[in-house]
């Protein structure tokens, strides 16, 4: 979707398991985003990275942290999984000030 | 504090049937607003973006439009696929371009 492939697509944890979800892009965009998904919250803002080299938080990072690892990638970890954390994450990216972001079709995590 | 909100949460319309969807936001320094369409099981994907009141921008059977206070997206004469949930979102403050979400609006379309 829009050059944004996440993987996996579907991940099943325990409580206090960690995981890296990935996020890689082909479209050489500057800026890319973490969200996650809840059921009446709509789309929140976990981390982001205006550029390659920076990172920034969101509205809900606790729990989380984020690597740019080069211009194509950016990846979000949950160190000790909670249950709260269940959700769809969605990685986005984006161009230039003031062009829309593009999504990927997300990874759906469950945390028993 | 900035804030969006969509409504109604739900709409159901027989094919054919013209309608509505709202977008009321409260933000300092609005630097765009986006529309986007979400299939089951899919990410986003983007419909629509506006800057400035009085602004529309139209693609088939969709329209959209801004105030200074909220955005419209018009569906006319829908079709069965046009079944989707409808996301706005505005960006404000900053160019990080950090977006804040309304919840949705989930389109039911029967034919």
């Known amino acids: 979707n829009a050059g944004v492939t996440q993987t996996p697509k579907f991940q099943v944890l325990k409580t206090g398991q960690s995981m890296t979800l990935q996020c890689a892009q082909d479209m050489n965009h500057n800026s890319m985003y973490w969200y996650r998904q809840d059921p009446g919250m709509g789309l929140r803002l976990i981390y982001y990275?205006?550029?390659?080299?920076?990172?920034d938080k969101g509205e809900v990072p606790n729990g989380y942290n984020v690597s740019r690892l080069n211009k194509r990638e950016f990846s979000l970890r949950l160190e000790s999984a909670a249950p709260s954390q269940t959700s769809v994450y969605f990685c986005?990216?984006?161009?230039?000030?003031?062009?829309?972001?593009?999504f990927g079709d997300g990874t759906r995590l469950s945390i028993l | 504090e900035d804030q969006v909100t969509q409504s109604p949460e739900a709409l159901r319309l027989q094919e054919g049937e013209s309608s509505s969807l709202n977008c009321s936001y409260t933000?300092?320094?609005?630097?765009?607003l986006f529309w986007y369409r979400q299939d089951p099981g899919k990410g986003p994907e983007f419909l629509f973006t506006?800057?400035?009141a009085g602004e529309e921008k139209e693609k088939e059977r969709l329209k959209a439009t801004l105030t200074k206070k909220e955005s419209f997206l018009h569906i006319t004469a829908p079709k069965p696929e046009d079944s989707a949930t409808y996301l706005c979102a505005v960006q404000a403050g900053s160019n990080t371009g950090k977006l804040i979400f309304g919840q949705g609006t989930t389109l039911q379309v029967k034919p």
């Open positions: 933000v300092s320094g609005l630097r765009g």
């Open positions: 506006l800057y400035s």
């Open positions: 990275s205006a550029s390659e080299g920076t990172t």
């Open positions: 986005a990216i984006r161009d230039r000030e003031d062009q829309p972001q593009h």
